[in-house]
Protein backbone atom coordinates (compact mmCIF):
# COMPACT_ATOMS: atom_id res chain seq x y z
CA UNK A 1 0.00 0.00 0.00
CA UNK A 2 1.07 3.41 -0.81
CA UNK A 3 -1.50 5.46 0.26
CA UNK A 4 -0.70 9.16 1.86
CA UNK A 5 -3.89 10.58 3.19
CA UNK A 6 -4.82 14.52 3.30
CA UNK A 7 -8.00 16.35 5.15
CA UNK A 8 -9.26 18.05 4.07
CA UNK A 9 -9.66 17.95 0.36
CA UNK A 10 -11.13 21.83 -0.17
CA UNK A 11 -10.58 24.46 2.48
CA UNK A 12 -12.03 28.21 2.03
CA UNK A 13 -10.70 30.57 4.43
CA UNK A 14 -10.22 34.53 5.32
CA UNK A 15 -7.06 36.03 6.19
CA UNK A 16 -7.96 36.22 9.32
CA UNK A 17 -8.24 32.60 10.03
CA UNK A 18 -6.44 29.86 11.55
CA UNK A 19 -6.66 26.47 9.97
CA UNK A 20 -4.84 22.81 9.75
CA UNK A 21 -3.79 20.93 6.89
CA UNK A 22 -3.80 17.18 8.18
CA UNK A 23 -1.61 14.24 6.15
CA UNK A 24 -1.17 10.56 6.99
CA UNK A 25 0.78 7.57 6.10
CA UNK A 26 0.89 3.92 7.55
CA UNK A 27 3.43 2.36 5.04
CA UNK A 28 6.55 2.66 8.01
CA UNK A 29 8.26 5.84 6.15
CA UNK A 30 10.67 8.26 8.35
CA UNK A 31 10.38 10.97 5.96
CA UNK A 32 7.26 13.65 5.19
CA UNK A 33 7.14 16.77 3.04
CA UNK A 34 4.97 19.31 2.33
CA UNK A 35 5.12 21.13 -0.89
CA UNK A 36 2.81 23.78 -2.59
CA UNK A 37 1.75 23.74 -5.87
CA UNK A 38 0.62 26.01 -8.20
CA UNK A 39 -1.66 25.77 -11.29
CA UNK A 40 0.29 24.39 -14.11
CA UNK A 41 3.39 24.58 -12.46
CA UNK A 42 5.57 21.86 -10.89
CA UNK A 43 5.43 21.30 -7.14
CA UNK A 44 7.19 23.43 -4.99
CA UNK A 45 8.81 22.11 -1.70
CA UNK A 46 8.54 24.03 1.58
CA UNK A 47 8.99 21.66 4.66
CA UNK A 48 11.06 18.32 5.04
CA UNK A 49 10.39 16.05 8.44
CA UNK A 50 12.93 13.26 8.54
CA UNK A 51 12.46 10.82 12.01
CA UNK A 52 9.54 13.09 12.86
CA UNK A 53 12.71 16.16 13.47
CA UNK A 54 12.25 19.60 10.63
CA UNK A 55 15.36 19.10 8.52
CA UNK A 56 14.71 21.24 5.28
CA UNK A 57 12.55 24.53 5.63
CA UNK A 58 12.67 26.38 2.67
CA UNK A 59 12.51 29.78 3.48
CA UNK A 60 8.89 29.58 3.92
CA UNK A 61 6.94 32.79 5.82
CA UNK A 62 5.92 31.91 9.19
CA UNK A 63 2.49 32.22 8.35
CA UNK A 64 2.60 28.56 7.36
CA UNK A 65 4.30 26.59 10.81
CA UNK A 66 4.98 22.23 10.49
CA UNK A 67 4.14 19.65 12.92
CA UNK A 68 4.91 16.31 13.22
CA UNK A 69 3.13 14.79 15.92
CA UNK A 70 4.50 11.23 15.36
CA UNK A 71 5.85 9.26 12.20
CA UNK A 72 2.52 8.67 10.49
CA UNK A 73 1.35 12.23 11.00
CA UNK A 74 1.77 15.63 9.49
CA UNK A 75 -0.26 18.62 9.81
CA UNK A 76 -0.05 22.58 8.27
CA UNK A 77 -1.00 25.22 10.30
CA UNK A 78 -1.65 28.29 8.32
CA UNK A 79 -2.46 31.49 9.73
CA UNK A 80 -2.81 34.97 8.19
CA UNK A 81 -2.49 33.84 5.48
CA UNK A 82 -2.95 35.77 1.52
CA UNK A 83 -4.88 35.47 -1.67
CA UNK A 84 -1.32 34.36 -3.09
CA UNK A 85 -1.44 31.77 -0.96
CA UNK A 86 -4.53 30.11 -2.73
CA UNK A 87 -2.79 26.87 -4.43
CA UNK A 88 -2.96 23.26 -4.27
CA UNK A 89 -1.26 21.72 -0.58
CA UNK A 90 0.40 18.09 -1.46
CA UNK A 91 2.08 15.85 1.38
CA UNK A 92 4.30 13.18 0.52
CA UNK A 93 6.34 10.40 2.12
CA UNK A 94 9.10 8.42 1.65
CA UNK A 95 11.54 5.57 3.39
CA UNK A 96 13.93 8.30 4.47
CA UNK A 97 15.24 11.59 3.53
CA UNK A 98 18.16 10.50 1.84
CA UNK A 99 17.36 12.30 -1.25
CA UNK A 100 16.96 9.32 -3.53
CA UNK A 101 14.15 7.61 -2.22
CA UNK A 102 10.77 7.56 -4.28
CA UNK A 103 8.45 10.16 -2.57
CA UNK A 104 4.52 9.24 -2.79
CA UNK A 105 1.65 11.91 -2.79
CA UNK A 106 -1.04 12.58 -1.27
CA UNK A 107 -3.99 13.81 -3.29
CA UNK A 108 -3.69 17.30 -1.99
CA UNK A 109 -5.76 20.24 -0.49
CA UNK A 110 -7.07 23.13 -2.76
CA UNK A 111 -6.75 25.70 -0.48
CA UNK A 112 -8.72 28.99 -0.99
CA UNK A 113 -7.69 31.90 0.57
CA UNK A 114 -10.15 34.64 0.61
CA UNK B 1 10.14 21.91 -24.50
CA UNK B 2 10.38 24.29 -21.73
CA UNK B 3 7.43 25.86 -20.49
CA UNK B 4 6.49 29.51 -21.19
CA UNK B 5 4.40 31.72 -18.67
CA UNK B 6 1.54 29.77 -17.75
CA UNK B 7 1.37 27.69 -21.07
CA UNK B 8 2.96 23.93 -20.10
CA UNK B 9 4.07 22.30 -23.31
CA UNK B 10 1.47 20.14 -24.53
CA UNK B 11 2.14 16.75 -26.47
CA UNK B 12 -0.73 15.64 -28.45
CA UNK B 13 -1.55 11.93 -29.78
CA UNK B 14 -3.99 9.54 -30.99
CA UNK B 15 -5.18 6.57 -28.83
CA UNK B 16 -3.16 3.81 -29.52
CA UNK B 17 -0.18 5.39 -30.63
CA UNK B 18 2.93 5.54 -28.75
CA UNK B 19 4.11 8.78 -26.87
CA UNK B 20 7.25 10.05 -25.92
CA UNK B 21 7.60 12.77 -23.51
CA UNK B 22 11.36 14.55 -23.05
CA UNK B 23 12.82 16.16 -19.89
CA UNK B 24 16.39 17.90 -20.16
CA UNK B 25 17.52 17.91 -16.14
CA UNK B 26 19.81 20.57 -15.21
CA UNK B 27 22.41 19.15 -12.81
CA UNK B 28 24.83 16.40 -13.94
CA UNK B 29 25.52 15.36 -10.46
CA UNK B 30 22.24 13.87 -10.14
CA UNK B 31 21.91 10.07 -10.05
CA UNK B 32 18.56 9.50 -9.78
CA UNK B 33 15.51 9.95 -12.05
CA UNK B 34 11.92 9.92 -11.28
CA UNK B 35 8.73 10.48 -13.60
CA UNK B 36 5.36 11.37 -12.12
CA UNK B 37 1.65 11.32 -13.65
CA UNK B 38 -0.23 14.58 -12.29
CA UNK B 39 -4.21 13.56 -13.48
CA UNK B 40 -6.50 17.23 -12.76
CA UNK B 41 -7.22 17.55 -9.34
CA UNK B 42 -5.01 14.54 -8.33
CA UNK B 43 -1.36 14.02 -6.36
CA UNK B 44 1.42 13.41 -8.50
CA UNK B 45 1.70 9.89 -8.94
CA UNK B 46 4.86 7.41 -9.00
CA UNK B 47 5.57 5.79 -12.75
CA UNK B 48 8.86 5.18 -13.05
CA UNK B 49 12.39 5.47 -12.00
CA UNK B 50 16.15 4.90 -13.03
CA UNK B 51 19.20 5.40 -11.33
CA UNK B 52 21.85 6.43 -13.53
CA UNK B 53 24.10 3.29 -13.55
CA UNK B 54 21.29 2.11 -15.90
CA UNK B 55 20.19 3.51 -19.54
CA UNK B 56 17.17 2.32 -19.89
CA UNK B 57 13.97 0.70 -17.70
CA UNK B 58 10.62 -0.66 -18.79
CA UNK B 59 7.76 -0.98 -16.75
CA UNK B 60 4.09 -2.17 -17.86
CA UNK B 61 3.72 -0.10 -21.15
CA UNK B 62 6.10 2.33 -20.10
CA UNK B 63 9.79 2.80 -20.50
CA UNK B 64 12.31 5.41 -19.34
CA UNK B 65 15.48 6.40 -20.92
CA UNK B 66 18.61 8.22 -19.94
CA UNK B 67 21.37 10.00 -21.58
CA UNK B 68 23.84 11.36 -19.17
CA UNK B 69 25.97 12.08 -22.20
CA UNK B 70 23.05 15.54 -22.65
CA UNK B 71 21.46 14.95 -19.39
CA UNK B 72 18.27 14.01 -20.83
CA UNK B 73 15.45 12.06 -19.80
CA UNK B 74 12.38 10.43 -21.66
CA UNK B 75 9.43 8.58 -21.13
CA UNK B 76 7.69 6.62 -23.43
CA UNK B 77 4.24 5.00 -23.04
CA UNK B 78 3.03 2.30 -25.78
CA UNK B 79 -0.11 1.79 -26.79
CA UNK B 80 -1.86 5.45 -25.51
CA UNK B 81 -4.84 5.44 -23.75
CA UNK B 82 -7.37 7.85 -22.71
CA UNK B 83 -6.10 7.35 -19.30
CA UNK B 84 -3.20 8.31 -19.66
CA UNK B 85 -3.58 12.22 -20.33
CA UNK B 86 -2.52 13.62 -17.66
CA UNK B 87 0.39 15.97 -16.63
CA UNK B 88 4.28 14.42 -16.16
CA UNK B 89 6.68 15.79 -14.37
CA UNK B 90 10.30 14.52 -13.93
CA UNK B 91 12.18 14.73 -11.06
CA UNK B 92 15.82 14.79 -10.38
CA UNK B 93 17.82 14.25 -7.18
CA UNK B 94 20.77 13.20 -5.94
CA UNK B 95 22.02 11.29 -2.58
CA UNK B 96 23.54 14.78 -1.65
CA UNK B 97 20.92 16.67 -2.79
CA UNK B 98 18.34 16.00 -0.04
CA UNK B 99 15.18 17.17 -2.02
CA UNK B 100 14.01 16.62 -5.57
CA UNK B 101 13.80 18.98 -8.18
CA UNK B 102 11.08 18.60 -10.74
CA UNK B 103 10.59 19.99 -14.47
CA UNK B 104 8.51 22.57 -15.76
CA UNK B 105 5.90 19.19 -16.86
CA UNK B 106 4.71 18.58 -20.45
CA UNK B 107 0.89 17.69 -20.71
CA UNK B 108 -0.57 14.64 -22.41
CA UNK B 109 -3.72 15.55 -24.22
CA UNK B 110 -4.92 11.88 -26.17
CA UNK B 111 -7.52 11.77 -28.72
CA UNK B 112 -9.47 9.11 -28.85
Known amino acids: DTEVTQTPKHLVMGMTNKKSLKCEQHMGHRAMYWYKQKAKKPPELMFV???????INESVPSRFSPECPNSSLLNLHLHALQPEDSALYLCASSQDASGTDTQYFGPGTRLTVL | GESVGLHLPTLSVQEGDNSIINCAYSNSASDYFIWYKQESGKGPQFIID?????DKRQGQRVTVLLNKTVKHLSLQIAATQPGDSAVYFCAETSYNFNKFYFGSGTKLNVKP
Open chain 2, 50 to 54: IRSNM
Open chain 1, 49 to 55: YSYEKLS
